[in-house]
């Protein structure tokens, strides 16, 4: 405490701006966060393009609508996480920024209201037609902030808590995928573009699985994670096999836009990898190790988007079309 006290000193906490600058650093990294945004939703809008056959470098006011948006989705579940969280959070976790009063949660939803108001402006800029698709988002991410009205019964059960809170990624990839359909007049793509969801969800889980493995040593009460849950060589075999069912539907999404070869290279490369850094996790579970595979699920994730959306694109532009 005396460390986190003096740090937060450093950036006087009086001061708004250094607050939630302290407050990103911790809880949501901006540069971090995205990268891997930028390549999610850049890619998304690729793939939607070539699905409808447009091989163009996309309009600058669609990628920057589509980044922005998806970046505040993922704000917004953050800010959701840190409500729901409180009570759980000061009794096990009073390090946290919430709990030790770096921010407090009125500051916190007023910023959340800043964003919705941000979002609901960058639609309107874009086309109106997304405003549909910007409330059911919204929807689905509001009931995921009261637990589905059922907290006791999904707490209890992690794996239905798990595939019904990332449900939220492929509805935000849809989203981001319809700044290019829906700006551009057309309809909605079919087909691959079931694909490409499948992969967001995938890829949500991998990130989720990742971010929550956990060497025996470093398990924290009242933190649950699935090492803690399973014990963590099972955990992080099912991290793999999240990864091997990742890249299946991530070859399929790439099948629909004829660039499934060099797709399935990729796929190769980064499924031995994962094999590689799950092997020696399995073998000894220390806390270094541990981090290679909340490492290699950021980098999975990253190349995978980049793999089926942005890189057939530039390919395709690259070949004339």
């Known amino acids: 405490m005396t460390i986190d006290t003096q740090a937060t000193n450093a950036t006087d906490p009086t001061h708004l701006i250094a607050r939630f600058w302290r407050y990103q650093a911790e809880r949501f990294p901006v540069i971090g966060h995205g990268v891997l945004i930028a390549a999610f939703s850049f890619s998304a809008i690729s793939y939607s393009s070539l699905l409808r056959g447009h091989i163009a470098w996309p309009r600058p006011v669609v990628v920057i609508v589509a980044f922005i948006s998806a970046l505040l989705f993922f704000l917004q579940l953050r800010l959701a996480?840190?409500?729901?969280?409180f009570e759980e959070d000061s009794r096990f976790r009073p390090y946290r920024a919430v709990p030790r009063g770096l921010v407090s949660l009125r500051e916190l939803g007023l910023l959340g209201g800043v964003t919705l108001a941000v979002q609901l402006g960058l639609a309107l800029w874009l086309t109106a037609d997304l405003i549909p698709l910007l409330l059911l988002t919204?929807?689905?991410?509001?009931?995921?902030?009261q637990e589905f009205f059922v907290r006791d019964w999904i707490k209890a059960r992690p794996i239905t808590y798990m595939w019904t809170h990332m449900l939220i990624v492929p509805l935000i990839d849809f989203y981001t995928t319809a700044c290019d359909w829906l700006a551009a007049g057309a309809n909605l793509p079919h087909g691959g573009l079931a694909w490409f969801l499948i992969v967001s969800f995938f890829n949500g889980?991998?990130?989720?699985?990742?971010?929550?493995?956990?060497?025996?040593?470093?398990?924290?009460?009242?933190?649950?994670?699935?090492?803690?849950?399973w014990g963590p060589r099972r955990a992080v075999l099912v991290w793999w096999v999240s990864v091997l069912i990742?890249?299946?539907?991530?070859?399929?999404?790439?099948?629909?836009?004829?660039f499934v070869g060099p797709v399935s290279i990729l796929l190769v490369i980064l499924l031995t990898l994962a094999a590689i850094v799950a092997v020696r996790f399995w073998q000894k579970p220390n806390a270094s190790r541990a981090k290679f595979i909340e490492t290699m699920s950021g980098v999975w994730t990253l190349l995978m988007y980049l793999g089926v959306g942005a890189v057939p694109l530039l390919w395709q532009m690259l070949l004339g079309g």
Do not use: H
């Open 81 to 85: 996480d840190e409500f729901k969280d």
């Open 138 to 145: 919204w929807g689905y991410l509001a009931l995921m902030s």
């Open 205 to 229: 889980v991998v990130i989720e699985l990742g971010r929550k493995i956990r060497a025996p040593q470093d398990e924290e009460t009242g933190v649950e994670t699935y090492s803690a849950l």
């Open 246 to 258: 990742t890249a299946i539907s991530a070859a399929f999404a790439a099948a629909q836009i004829n």
